[in-house]
């Protein structure tokens, strides 16, 4: 099962408003283990970054100025994605600025049907908790140290590690077939015969028991019993 992680970095809140994306960070999933494959771009917004988003992301106008527009990369990003299931922390925000920039381009949107939202998992499996990615972060044990500004492929790998924490995932692949001890390679499994046991077990219940159970039946149920009933 391939499913792509999936992080933006933009000039502000809302497209709507003239916003676009400045970097999209992708992180490569297989049957929920990272394979090290990535895709990241920065993007040139065909606009100023506002200062109070380069507080957030640190991603100047200077270091835009060169890079390519999104029309550019379109291509190279569908064909990263294929049809693979995106896991997004807040995937709402995320799946709204790239079908802007795919509108543009007159290609169809993705559908919010196709995303795995991460804070929608967290809802479900720690209700009351903090949402954020810094706080999941937290929760779990997941080294935040080099997360001195957002990034979107920094970003991108840190929903990775938060989204296998939730679903499990860093287990799927654990060796639980016998092991040669020699070689210490697994090993196929080989027929069993069931063991038969040498005496019978006791019986838990005496002979006394049994036959005060038969007279109760007989005497205070009679053909009142359910399992008498036609």
Same mark, same amino acid.
């Given at each position: 099962?391939?499913?792509?992680?999936?992080?933006?970095?933009?000039?502000?809140?809302?497209?709507?408003?003239?916003?676009?994306?400045?970097?999209?960070?992708?992180?490569?999933?297989?049957?929920?283990?990272?394979?090290?494959?990535?895709?990241?771009?920065?993007?040139?917004?065909?606009?100023?970054?506002?200062?109070?988003?380069?507080?957030?992301?640190?991603?100047?106008?200077?270091?835009?100025?060169?890079?390519?527009?999104?029309?550019?990369?379109?291509?190279?990003?569908?064909?990263?994605?294929?049809?693979?299931?995106?896991?997004?922390?807040?995937?709402?925000?995320?799946?709204?600025?790239?079908?802007?920039?795919? $509108?543009?381009?007159?290609?169809?949107?993705?559908?919010?049907?196709?995303?795995?939202?991460?804070?929608?998992?967290?809802?479900?499996?720690?209700?009351?908790?903090?949402?954020?990615?810094?706080?999941?972060?937290?929760?779990?044990?997941?080294?935040?140290?080099?997360?001195?500004? $957002?990034?979107?492929?920094?970003?991108?790998?840190?929903?990775?590690?938060?989204?296998?924490?939730?679903?499990?995932?860093?287990?799927?692949?654990?060796?639980?077939?016998?092991?040669?001890?020699?070689?210490?390679?697994?090993?196929?499994?080989?027929?069993?015969?069931?063991?038969?046991?040498?005496?019978?077990?006791?019986?838990?219940?005496?002979?006394?028991?049994?036959?005060?159970?038969?007279?109760?039946?007989?005497?205070?149920?009679?053909?009142?019993?359910?399992?008498?009933?036609?």
């Amino acid at each position: 099962m391939r499913e792509i992680v999936l992080d933006t970095e933009t000039t502000g809140l809302d497209p709507a408003d003239g916003h676009r994306i400045i970097e999209i960070g992708c992180v490569e999933l297989m049957d929920h283990l990272p394979t090290g494959v990535t895709f990241q771009r920065y993007l040139n917004p065909e606009r100023l970054v506002p200062i109070e988003s380069q507080r957030v992301h640190g991603i100047t106008d200077e270091h835009l100025a060169d890079k390519p527009f999104f029309a550019h990369i379109a291509d190279d990003l569908q064909d990263f994605l294929g049809d693979a299931p995106l896991v997004i922390h807040n995937a709402s925000f995320d799946l709204k600025f790239l079908n802007s920039e795919f $509108h543009r381009l007159s290609r169809p949107p993705i559908p919010l049907a196709r995303a795995i939202d991460t804070i929608e998992i967290a809802k479900a499996k720690i209700p009351g908790a903090r949402y954020s990615l810094d706080e999941l972060c937290k929760r779990f044990g997941i080294d935040l140290s080099v997360r001195t500004k $957002h990034g979107a492929l920094l970003d991108a790998e840190l929903t990775a590690r938060v989204y296998l924490e939730l679903v499990g995932g860093r287990q799927t692949r654990l060796m639980l077939a016998p092991k040669d001890r020699e070689t210490g390679t697994q090993v196929a499994d080989e027929p069993r015969v069931a063991r038969v046991r040498p005496h019978e077990l006791p019986q838990r219940v005496i002979a006394a028991e049994m036959e005060a159970h038969a007279a109760f039946v007989a005497g205070e149920l009679g053909g009142d019993a359910i399992w008498n009933w036609r």
